[in-house]
């Protein structure tokens, strides 16, 4: 290799895992990819084990470690076992629930089927998630359980009755588990994503919604960013810990 050749350091390992639950094609890809990046061997599962296959290359081509399983959050079995495998990997550190379930339908619209399967994907398996992040992580009286929310999570709107029930669940489990953990030594944090998240199918809807103008910057959330802002709060010390953070780009309305 000559001098002026240039190649990415591959991260330093730690005797450490990183559960992302959710890890889909944008947020969950990126926080799973700078978890990695960090030295952590992140173990990431979605229900379709075959659309982790370009995570996985990309995370090993940079030097880094991943387990990517197909996984049904909403099966207690499969997370626990999920859960138990991490740990028997190396010791869980970080949990992060990444479960979107985002529907819009009218109100008389809703179907019983619908609310329900929001409610399992959106709340009940959050609550799931965080029960076996802190079945292992107590113990050791330390570790960082993260949520990921919505601003469905802070006030319903129009066609949302499922997905805002769901968040504001998923955020009362989060604040529970911090009440009860956080004395323990866990940092529990919410996490509020305010804005639209900058995919090429966010984009082409605002633009049907603005018309023919063009989407401007600073109104939608690379999902690298908010990747950041999850390292950001888990490398924060035990004496100052941000609980409930939201976060949004320069230029969303609030």
Not at 195 to 200: K, L
Request: proline share 5%.
């Amino acid at each position: 290799m000559s001098a002026t050749s240039t190649q990415a350091t591959p991260p330093k390992p730690r005797n450490a895992t990183a559960v992302i639950i959710g890890a889909g094609d944008y947020i969950g890809a990126e926080i799973a990819k700078k978890f990695a990046s960090e030295g952590y061997i992140v173990f990431v599962g979605r229900r379709q084990a075959e659309k982790l296959e370009p995570l996985k290359a990309e995370i090993e081509a940079a030097g880094g470690r991943i387990v990517a399983k197909a996984l049904d959050a909403r099966d207690e079995d499969q997370m626990m076992a999920f859960y138990q495998e991490a740990e028997n990997t190396a010791p869980i550190e970080v949990s992060v629930f990444n479960i979107g379930a985002n529907v819009n339908f009218p109100l008389v619209e809703t179907t019983s089927r619908v609310f329900r399967k929001v409610w399992e994907m959106a709340c009940f398996a959050g609550f799931l998630s965080g029960r076996e992040a802190a079945r292992h992580m107590a113990p050791r009286g330390a570790g960082s359980i993260f949520f990921t929310g919505a601003t469905a999570g802070l006030r319903g709107g129009v066609g949302f009755a499922a997905f805002a029930s769901a968040k504001f669940g998923l955020r009362a489990v989060a604040q529970s588990t911090a009440r009860e953990f956080g004395p323990q030594g866990i940092h529990v944090a919410h996490l509020v994503i305010d804005s639209g998240v900058d995919t090429a199918w966010v984009r082409d809807m605002r633009k049907k919604n603005a018309g023919d103008g063009p989407v401007t910057d600073h109104v939608l959330m690379r999902p690298a960013a908010v990747a950041e802002a999850y390292w950001a709060i888990h490398q924060q010390p035990s004496d100052a810990r941000t609980f409930e953070q939201e976060i949004r780009p320069a230029g969303e309305k609030w």
